[in-house]
């Protein structure tokens, strides 16, 4: 009976371990974790960030009997230490091995926080475990403030949270404006005007030079915060692959049939990278785990990601952006806006080349479905308006 290891239990390694029972009904397939819940849903923490009756179970991936159902081996609060490929096993950190045929590594990433003096400080967090959220919502019990250190979707679905639990707000973000790699300026700043009228206010081009207790210091002033929440981006878990001899990049290289250059030894999710990117999206760890228990359990699936979207939900709107959105200034774009009467829906498209290269919502999800596949096949721009023509933007 060939053996399937499957090194980390979020949306990357379950959907492996669903994929090579799928496959090969005969398998063995053994998931082992570090965390000690049943595997969960992690976008689910921002947006339930002070949700005191959040808990694994509530947003779990699948319920507890479908590991039983799907002969899935589950092993929890175990820490993977060493890749041992000549021996064709792990080893944990009390040192005892697991065998396979066929490795999955589903290892993850973690939150980047860069180096600013006193980040380390109690009352400093990052939001990636439901541990970390648990110990946010002891520590803004009864507290009046707080910071959020990065204005990207993580942070401000934080910041949404937060506010909305009574606390004042204040989104501290480095770049010159917000998301400029997915919004346009006029996007970002409605992005901002709405945030402030939900009592959020967010600050681009801060550069943070401390945090102290009660408040973060910028080079232009000083904000009060209680609670700091620094959201800056993540870092994949490459040491264990690394040590092992797989090629590593910013993340673990794989090719597109989620192989690492080890044979019988796979990557995939927020640890991996395809074509030298790396989203760290829920979709690429959905897309890549399938492929990587497919082709461990003897498949030859080959995966491709589809054109990211970036969404948010929150302070009272909902945001959707995908594509190049002019990001690049020597380029020449055109663009098709609609927006409702109320002026509190927005719906852009933008055209490179008289074709489809990006597009944004606010306000609005409506003809989100249709513009994603417009972009996907990189239509023209005048196919990608009809596509809308009778769909309101509300
Ligand atoms: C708060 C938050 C909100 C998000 N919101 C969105 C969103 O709205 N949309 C979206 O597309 N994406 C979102 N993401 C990103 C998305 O959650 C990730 O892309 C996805 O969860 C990656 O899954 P993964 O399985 O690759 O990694 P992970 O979910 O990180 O799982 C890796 C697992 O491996 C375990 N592990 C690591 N090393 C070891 C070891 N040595 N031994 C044993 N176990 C180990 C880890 O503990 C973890 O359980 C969000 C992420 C966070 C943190």
């Given amino acids: 009976m060939k053996k399937i290891l499957i090194i980390g ?50 947003i779990a991936i699948h319920p507890a009997n479908w590991y039983q159902d799907h002969r899935i081996n589950l092993i929890q609060g175990k820490k993977i230490t060493a890749l041992l490929p000549d021996k064709s096993a792990v080893a944990d950190s009390e040192g005892t091995q697991y065998e396979y045929d066929s490795l999955i590594l589903a290892l993850g990433a973690s939150c980047f926080v860069p180096p600013i003096a006193g980040s380390d400080s109690a009352g400093v967090h990052t939001i990636r475990k439901i541990a970390d959220v648990k110990l ?104 264990l692959a690394k040590e092992a001899g797989i090629v590593c990049d910013r993340a673990i290289v794989i090719n597109d ?15 991996a990278q395809l074509n030298g990117v790396n989203y760290a999206l829920w979709s690429q760890a959905l897309a890549e785990g399938t492929a990587a228990g497919n082709n461990a359990a003897g498949g030859e699936e080959s995966f491709r990601l589809g054109s990211p979207s970036l969404t948010f939900f929150g302070l009272g709107t909902t945001l959707c952006a995908a594509g190049d959105n002019s990001s690049n200034p020597d380029a020449e774009y055109t663009s098709i806006d609609a927006n409702d009467n109320t002026g509190r829906a927005f719906r852009r498209i933008t055209g490179k080349d008289d074709h489809i290269c990006g597009f944004e919502m606010i306000g609005t999800l409506k003809g989100m479905k249709e513009l994603q596949e417009a972009l996907g096949k990189h239509v023209m721009i005048s196919e990608a308006e009809q596509l809308l023509k009778d769909i309101p933007v509300r």
């Fill in 9 to 58: 239990s979020g949306a990357a390694g379950i959907a492996a371990a669903e994929a090579a029972r799928e496959r090969d009904t005969d398998c063995s397939v053994t998931v082992i974790s570090q965390e000690t819940e049943l595997p969960y849903n992690r976008p689910m923490l921002t947006k339930n960030l002070c949700d005191s009756a959040i808990e694994a179970a509530k």
């Fill in 257 to 271: 049939k989620a192989e690492t250059n080890l044979p019988h030894i796979y990557a995939c999710g927020d640890c």
């Fill in 136 to 239: 946010i919502q002891e520590q803004i019990a009864g507290k009046s403030n707080a910071a959020v250190i990065g204005g990207g979707v993580l942070g401000l679905e934080a910041a949404a949270s937060l506010s909305k639990a009574g606390l004042k707000v204040t989104v501290l973000e480095a770049m010159p404006r917000l998301m400029p790699r997915q919004l346009d300026e006029e996007a970002a700043e409605n992005l901002m005007q709405i945030a402030a009228e939900k009592g959020v206010l967010i600050l681009t081009g801060q550069k943070i030079t401390t945090i102290e207790p009660g408040r973060v210091i910028t080079e232009t002033g000083t904000y009060s915060a209680d609670t700091v929440i620094i959201s800056a981006g993540v870092r994949a878990n490459i040491q």
